[in-house]
């Protein structure tokens, strides 16, 4: 597998300077690639597949359609963002499907983690064969596949891959990151005009706030998560932690609990945060979040979020919790 090497020359790319060469080079062998030719992204709005955007845009334009997949699934403002960074700014063939509705209907009563990961995949699999089938002369299909996809699991990872289309459906593959690091990717993306906070993202399950709403998924508890989520990083983007912890966010369990809301009894759901460190996510630490800081969020969450009468923090590290709950 010499082609999925990366070459020993390669210089790491560290600065705005070396990422305007690696981009040059990159254009040329884009263009060189896919001549005429059209070619399809499944863009998730995360690091790798919006720097894979972002090139293509500028390799080949309108010759590039990427399909946003909304699964209902996604934080609070993601699909806004999307849309406004490639559809509206970068002027790209941009495809938007709120498919929210079909993967909740799918989800319904699945409480076991696996079960759900299985049918998000699966069901993420079947919308975006169905755009592409919209399509006509597709012959190329782009990926943000990154080098530690290739060294950690020999062909691309699962969520990087929607590998799983049916045999009348291969296309050429086009994996222009594949030979780069995470931090690579970054400096890459902020040459080519990201934004920082798209550019500088936390990392986000494929299956989204479908693992954070834990147990069979509702729409009220996912709203929960989300709503909660959005305040805990408004919280922490406002006080200087949101570039410095590597991953928070938060999980609303499928249990209530006794409290007191407006002078009434309320039996209402708990919300918790986790918000850990790590270099290579197979152990982490569990971030010293300022207390004030914490009490601050949680009267926030109980306050704004419907349904929330508690706010816990997780102070497990990894092992013996994993990161997510789920
Ligand atoms: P755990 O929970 O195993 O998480 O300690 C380690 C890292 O992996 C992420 N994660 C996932 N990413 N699909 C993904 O794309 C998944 O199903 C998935 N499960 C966990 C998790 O957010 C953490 O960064």
Not at 259 to 286: F, H
Request: with cysteine; glycine share 8%.
């Amino acid at each position: 597998m010499a082609e999925n090497r990366r070459p020993e020359s390669m210089e790491r790319i560290t600065s705005p300077e070396l990422a305007k060469a690696f981009i040059d080079e990159q254009l040329a062998a884009l263009r060189r690639q896919i001549g005429d030719k059209k070619v399809l992204l499944a863009l998730s709005g995360g690091v790798d597949s919006s720097v894979v955007a972002a090139l293509l845009i500028k390799a080949v334009g309108k010759q590039l359609t990427c399909v946003h997949v909304n699964h209902g699934l996604l934080r609070k403002g993601e699909p806004e963002q999307v849309i406004e960074v490639f559809r509206n700014q970068m002027d790209a063939n941009l495809v938007y499907v709120d498919a929210a509705d079909r993967f909740l209907d799918k989800l319904a009563g699945v409480a076991e983690p696996e079960k759900k990961r299985k049918i998000i995949g699966a069901e993420f699999i079947r919308v975006f064969e169905e755009e592409a089938r919209k399509l006509e002369g597709i012959e190329f299909l782009a990926q943000g596949t990154i080098y530690p996809d290739i060294l950690e699991s020999g062909p691309v990872k699962a969520h990087h891959n929607v590998g799983g289309l049916p045999e009348d459906m291969k296309f050429e593959l086009v994996e222009p990151l594949k030979f780069l690091f995470k931090d690579e990717v970054r400096v890459v993306g902020t040459a080519l005009g990201l934004p920082e906070g798209m550019v500088y993202r936390q990392p986000f399950p494929g299956p989204g706030l479908g693992v954070r709403c834990l147990g069979a998924i509702t729409r009220d508890r996912l709203e929960a998560v989300r709503e909660s989520d959005a305040i805990l990083r408004e919280e922490f983007a406002k006080n200087g932690l949101a570039g410095k912890v590597w991953q928070y966010f938060t999980v609303v369990p499928d249990f209530k609990s006794t409290g007191v809301k407006n002078e009434l009894r309320s039996y209402d759901w708990p919300v918790i945060i986790r918000a850990v460190n790590t270099r290579d996510a197979m152990t982490a630490t569990v971030e010293d979040v300022p207390f004030a800081l914490l009490q601050h969020i949680t009267r926030r969450i109980t306050s704004e979020v419907a349904g929330v009468n508690r706010v816990l923090y997780d102070l497990t590290p990894k092992p013996t919790g994993t990161i997510e709950w789920e």
